[in-house]
């Protein structure tokens, strides 16, 4: 994250009763003129009536889920008000609802959005109040990037879990429907109330750089019965779930961030692959589906990306799978959406294959434009626009906005970062470490033969809303476990020089962890683990975000998985390590030989333990 101050947002008090009575007034009384009052569960007829009083200016703006810069809604740093008016051409969150009455809002740590709990649920609340007290004003659907693991919007104070691979070591649905239920009530409580998680991509191929441990596993009915399971936890605790990248980002070496990639399996292939995860999230009863920015030319071979193609969203998702649904894009700013059409074309295409929320324009004002234009010219029906904007009022509905918009600042202090959800996420993570090296039984390490520790190794940037660094953190957790404990950060690329003082003092302590990341076989990492192996000190490699690693250290005695660098993950390794819980992952993944990518050195399933 940017910054964990808590200096006021400029919007700290929980609106009023009497505040929050007027703002929502309209949204009431319109609700009521359909019926008898049923405020928790509009039906259909009740908010049809909604969508019959908005303008189409007010139509096209609820299709759009949007960033804003600021920890305020109202009175953002100076900084952040430059940044919103050079990229979207309003000064604040308020604005930007006013403006083009949003119907939501994407929060980002980089968009200093989510600082820590408190503001972030001020910041909630302001928002919902500029967008209620509009004429016809509806509540704004917040939502977050909270897949937990490696990529996490909200950081500490909140509970941050195990990403999804280490979920997936774990193997227990118990633990991915506690991991949702008690991440949903803390987004919840923050007044977050879709999560663009959990990712339903089942990730076959060991060089994709965009999904990778993001991904539950390799095998398909592993990857759809833990899906399904924190499908049931988040929505459980009141907050959408998103099930993501449909149609299947698992097989890929291309980043749709920065380019655009091309799945080659068949439609056979994607059927016993790729669908299951998202069959299972729909069974399941998920509340938005998130498209990828690919290309499958075995279910469209137009050249679209699935994002734009009416076969897949219309043809596959809805009709074939059944899913009635949010359909909301991955974010319009990935190059992948942006290659073969301009900003201007993209949101109207995405409408007319199906889509529901566009997630993240470049250009809010050309996209907003366009599609208002596309409706005027008779491209785009006014009808058309009516589906999607009643899709995501009964997801609003269902979530309890317009009952209950608003959150409080006691309500965080009762849920977000409690020490019984803290506890659960340190009992997860211990299920989910593994030990696929240990030589002679390295481990556990003993505090009376090997009470000198050096931890070595990469230090990639910390994870959103966790400590870091890696070995900082791993040397911490073992002092805390009666080691002495010493971190000397070598870096993912670690030169001569460095590699040669790790040594040295490697030499001067009893063992020696050493955290990696993904190793190549021309990895300057391979040459330290290799030299640290040479002193003749007991050395054991964790792997700190890919298993893979274990195939390029074929000298190292003793070799975990953690799955991430962040502290939770961290942790749970250091007290296997020690002894203190035995690892009990098993790989989610097939571990391939370094030198024949052909064999497969170990299996799904493998794990070693005490």
Not at 23 to 30: I, P, Q, S
Not at 130 to 141: F, K, N, Y
Not at 360 to 384: C, I, K, M, Q, Y
């Amino acid at each position: 994250m940017h910054d964990t101050g808590t200096e006021s947002t400029g919007n700290t008090a929980q609106p009023s009763r009497r505040t929050l009575l007027a703002a929502t007034a309209g949204v009431t009384a319109a609700l009521a003129a359909a019926g008898p009052a049923r405020a928790a569960a509009p039906d259909d007829s009740r908010l049809r009536t909604l969508v019959s009083r908005m303008t189409l200016e007010e139509k096209v703006g609820q299709l759009f889920v949007m960033r804003v810069y600021g920890h305020s809604a109202t009175a953002p740093d100076q900084a952040d008000i430059d940044a919103n008016l050079k990229e979207i051409g309003v000064r604040t969150a308020a604005e930007l609802v006013a403006k083009y009455r949003v119907g939501g809002i994407i929060y980002f740590a980089w968009a200093h959005n989510t600082r820590e709990p408190h503001q972030i649920a001020d910041l909630s609340n302001g928002i919902q109040k500029a967008s209620l007290e509009l004429p016809r004003g509806l509540p704004v659907l917040i939502s977050t990037d909270q897949e937990h693991g490696i990529v996490a919007r909200v950081g500490e104070p909140a509970t941050l879990f195990p990403g999804a691979m280490a979920v997936g070591a774990g193997g227990s649905r118990s633990d991915a429907r506690t991991l949702g239920r008690i991440a949903g009530a803390e987004l919840r409580a923050m007044g977050i109330r879709q999560d663009y998680s959990p990712v339903a991509d089942v990730n076959v191929n060991p060089a994709n750089p965009v999904i990778g441990v993001r991904s539950f596993g390799a095998d398909p009915r592993a990857v759809s019965a833990l899906v399904a399971a924190e499908v049931a936890g988040y929505q459980g605790s009141g907050v959408a779930a998103t099930a993501k990248h449909f149609p299947g980002h698992g097989d890929t070496n291309v980043d749709s961030h920065t380019g655009f990639p091309t799945i080659t399996h068949s439609r056979e292939l994607w059927e016993r692959l790729d669908a299951p995860p998202f069959r299972a999230a729909i069974a399941a009863g998920i509340d938005s589906i998130m498209t990828a920015h690919l290309m499958v030319p075995a279910l469209d071979d137009s050249g679209d990306p699935a994002t734009l193609s009416r076969p897949i969203l219309t043809g596959i998702l809805r009709e074939r799978l059944g899913y009635d649904g949010v359909v909301v894009t991955d974010s319009l700013g990935m190059e992948g959406v942006r290659t073969k059409y301009g900003d201007d074309r993209v949101p109207v295409l995405a409408l007319k294959a199906g889509v529901d929320q566009l997630l993240n324009p470049p250009d809010l004002d050309l996209a907003w434009n366009a599609v208002l234009t596309a409706v005027r010219d008779g491209e785009l029906t006014e009808a058309r626009l009516d589906e999607s904007i009643l899709r995501v009022l009964r997801l609003k509905s269902k979530l309890g906005l317009f009952r209950s918009p608003y959150v409080s600042q006691a309500g965080v202090d009762r849920t977000v970062g409690t020490r019984g959800h803290l506890a659960a996420a340190d009992r997860i993570a211990e299920r989910t470490t593994t030990l696929l090296v240990n030589e002679g039984r390295l481990l556990p390490l003993s505090r009376r033969r090997h009470p000198e520790v050096l931890v070595v190794g990469a230090d990639p940037a910390s994870p959103s809303g966790t400590t870091g660094p890696p070995t900082g953190v791993l040397a911490g957790a073992l002092g805390e476990l009666g080691f002495t404990a010493t971190a000397l950060s070598t870096g993912t690329a670690p030169s001569t020089a460095t590699i040669a003082k790790a040594v040295a003092a490697a030499r001067e302590a009893d063992a020696v962890v050493v955290a990696t990341y993904n190793v190549t076989a021309g990895s300057s990492q391979k040459a330290l683990v290799e030299q640290l192996v040479a002193t003749g000190r007991p050395v054991v490699a964790v792997a700190v975000r890919n298993p893979y690693d274990v195939a390029q250290l074929p000298s190292v005695p003793a070799c975990l998985a953690a799955y991430s660098w962040t502290d939770v993950e961290l942790r749970a390794a250091a007290r296997v390590i020690a002894g203190r819980v035995k690892p009990r992952g098993k790989l989610p993944v097939a571990v391939r030989r370094a030198d024949d990518p052909e064999q497969v050195l170990y299996p799904v399933g493998y794990g070693l333990s005490y």
